[in-house]
């Protein structure tokens, strides 16, 4: 059974950190690009940040470059993302996906329809 938990979230101050998780079973995480979503509400679901598999390449939405970190540990089946500085506008649901990189080759799957299997998510909510 495929499973995708992320874990990590909260409430935080502005200025805060966070950092999710993303625990992966079920598949390999190895033949996966993972990518880094949120939703905030009356919003479009909208990609953060991914990460290739074999050479652990990273995309960043513009708005979170030199903000938010991406990683993984294929060992743990686990993938990272990183939140410094966060903000009141950074409040949603974050999710983590994972997308076949292999079909991709050097490109990076940037569109929700591009992932085959989603977590549940986990609120980040920033407010003083």
């Known amino acids: 059974q495929v499973q995708l938990v992320e874990s990590g979230g909260g409430l935080v101050q502005p200025g805060s950190s966070l950092r999710l998780s993303c625990k992966t079973s079920g598949f390999i995480l190895d033949y996966y690009a993972i990518g880094w979503f949120r939703q905030a509400p009356g919003k479009e679901r909208e990609l953060l940040s991914c990460i290739k598999t074999k050479d652990r390449s990273t995309y960043y939405a513009d708005s979170m470059k030199g903000r938010f970190s991406i990683s993984r540990d294929n060992a743990r089946n686990t993938a990272y993302l990183q939140m410094n500085s966060l903000k009141p506008e950074d409040t949603a649901l974050y999710y983590c996906?994972?997308?076949?990189?292999?079909?991709?080759?050097?490109?990076?799957?940037?569109?929700?329809?591009?992932?085959?299997?989603w977590g549940q998510g986990t609120q980040v909510t920033v407010d003083s």
């Open positions: 996906a994972a997308a076949w990189d292999t079909y991709y080759g050097d490109s990076y799957p940037i569109r929700t329809d591009q992932y085959d299997y």
